[in-house]
């Protein structure tokens, strides 16, 4: 599909984002921590999502995007679903579809928690928590002995190659550009974000997901290595989609990546039915 790139200026700082050229209903793609807009290239390519207009963003700090001027503000859960808002209105997406992978999930609930209006969303890899250490652990598979990356500041080369691999590798390896990305991220980003979750700055995405009208899907890889799988069974959900949670064999934390004919194929059912 043919696409064009550009820049918005935010309160957040200048975004960068890709879309492609379709007047399609508009899908909003949002990735995880230290990735990029690049990570949805499966998606950009896909026979099955071609009726949409499909836009992805590099959040502040990643990717071509600024790094913030006041990290406190913008490195937050709020903080990225306020800019996340200001890309839909100066793009013009109305009622999009929301992907949301990881932490893009936990923005796009966030998003919807909020007010966004959108037609539906989707998350991959986001178990929906409350914002408190206890639901943290409940929800993700966090070893307390081990040194917690998804938070960390400063990362080491090891560091960036164990985190991008376990976050989106395809067949144990990790694509260059990922992996540049990934060393790209200003630090304060993690450090701020899983910062402000432990100190009670983000919604309660357990009470959004048991209240929401917004149809819902959550779509995660069945070799996932971050969260709880049996933990989504555990939730309450006000307007999950018929198929209900959806394990897909032969994906990790990235279904998106690892099984893309199969993960578009169920976005793409999603959009049609939300």
């Known amino acids: ?24 209903p508009a899908m909003l793609l949002i990735h995880g921590n230290s990735s990029c807009k690049e990570v949805f290239g499966k998606q950009y390519a896909a026979p099955e ?15 071509a995007s600024d790094d913030a001027a006041d990290p406190a503000r913008s490195y937050t859960l709020g903080g990225y679903a306020e800019m996340a ?16 992978w990881s932490l893009g999930g936990h923005i796009a ?21 409350k914002p408190t250490i206890e639901s943290l652990m409940t929800g993700f598979n966090i070893d307390p002995s081990a040194e917690n990356l998804t938070g960390k500041r400063d990362f080491t080369e090891a560091d960036a190659i164990f985190y991008s691999t376990h976050t989106s590798a395809v067949d144990g390896v ?27 700055h983000a919604l309660d995405e ?33 307007s999950l989609w018929d198929r209900g949670v959806v394990r897909l064999d032969g994906a990790g934390h990235a279904p998106f990546l690892q099984q893309p004919a199969a993960f578009n194929a169920l976005l793409a059912e999603f959009a049609r039915t939300a």
């Open 174 to 200: 990790v694509a260059p550009e990922l992996l540049a990305m990934c060393k790209r991220t200003d630090g304060r980003a993690r450090e701020i974000m899983f910062g402000s979750v432990m100190q009670g």
């Open 1 to 24: 599909m043919t696409t064009n790139s550009g820049a918005i200026e935010t309160s957040h700082g200048t975004i960068a984002y890709t879309q492609t050229s379709i007047e399609g």
């Open 206 to 238: 357990q009470e959004i997901v048991a209240t929401t009208t917004t149809p819902f899907a959550v779509v995660n890889g069945v070799d996932d290595v971050f969260i709880q799988a049996s933990y989504f069974d555990t939730l309450v959900y006000s």
């Open 85 to 100: 808002g200001e890309v839909a209105s100066a793009l013009k997406l109305d009622k999009p579809i929301i992907f949301g």
């Open 109 to 129: 609930l966030e998003m919807i928690g909020s007010g966004f209006d959108a037609a539906g969303v989707m998350i991959s890899g986001t178990p929906p928590i």
């Open 49 to 63: 999502l071609a009726e949409f207009r499909l836009v992805a963003f590099d959040l502040p700090g990643h990717g």
